[in-house]
Each structure stands twice: as C-alpha cells, then as structure tokens.
C-alpha cells in the first residue's frame, strides 16, 4: 500500500469499522442519548457518517443525493452500519475506475439545498474520508464523556497494523 485512494480509503474503512466496534459496545439508550457537543447524540452522528457517505458514492455515481437519512429513517445503530457499508462498496468499486485525467477534472453535484457545487475530483475523493474523520473524532469525544473508551482510529495506528501483517 502506498499514499494512493485505495490506501486512503482501505484506512477509513478499517476505521469506520473500528468506530462501529466502539458503538457496539455503548448501551442502546447512551447511544441515542443526547449529549451535545457537536452533534446531539451519538446515533445522529453516525447517522450522518453513513448518510454523507451514501450520498457522495450515489454523487460520484452520477445520481443526485440531495437527502440525507435521519434519525427516525436509520434509528438503530445496525440501520447505520447498513447503510455505511453499503456506500463503501460502491465507493470501492468506483475508485477503481478513476484515472489521473478524470481525478484531474472538475465534479459539479447538488448539495442538500439543491445548490450546484463544483470541486476538483480529487479534493471531492479527499472530503470523503476527511469529513468520516471529522465526525469519528466528534464520537470518540462523546464515547469518552460517558465514560467509556473508544479505539483509536488514527491513520498511524492503521498504518502500524499493516506493518505488522506484512511482516
């Protein structure tokens, strides 16, 4: 592996799923518990983790995504796993097809407003992982305020462990 998107993206799988090893360990009512900071609840910020995801794989497909799932839409944390995995698929599968020419281009999408957006390909492919990296901070914060220890999902720890196993 190298700093390539399919390493990019193989690292934010290994770390969404570290996430959700976290969350399972977190009881039902903690888990919907609204405890701010950031977002209200740890169900609404891996709502969004997976919802964000879906809708920039259905974006960099070539279908809109202007809606992004809820609360009531994905209420239990395995609704959200769903969803994220899904996504993870199809974004997969779509790196695969890209070349330096297309990452080069400009990508137009529709935010949730409905609005016209244009970024470089590339900076699109970025966001993806960033904004998982983002939002996992924000959990790994409210798993810590409720007293319980979330895994590290840091890029390092990821890259000590395929060290290791290509060893």
């Known amino acids: 592996m190298n700093d390539d998107f399919a390493s990019l993206y193989a690292y934010n799988e290994w770390a969404n799923a570290r996430t959700i090893e976290t969350l399972r360990g977190v009881p039902v009512d903690a888990y919907t518990r609204e405890q701010g900071g950031g977002w209200p609840s740890l169900r609404t910020a891996m709502v969004h983790i997976a919802g964000a995801t879906d809708a920039w794989a259905e974006r960099l497909a070539g279908r809109d995504a202007v809606r992004l799932p809820t609360e009531s839409d994905l209420p239990a944390l395995e609704d959200a796993v769903a969803v994220l995995t899904a996504a993870q698929k199809k974004l997969r599968a779509h790196l695969a097809t890209l070349s ?67 060893r």
């Open 100 to 166: 330096p020419e297309r990452l080069a281009t400009p990508f137009a999408w529709k935010n949730p407003k409905g609005e016209t957006r244009t970024a470089p390909y590339w900076a699109v492919l970025r966001h993806v992982v960033n904004h998982s990296t983002y939002h996992r901070g924000q959990i790994s914060s409210m798993v810590r305020r409720l007293g319980l220890k979330p895994l590290a999902t840091d890029m390092v720890v990821w890259g000590i462990e395929i060290q290791k196993s290509a």
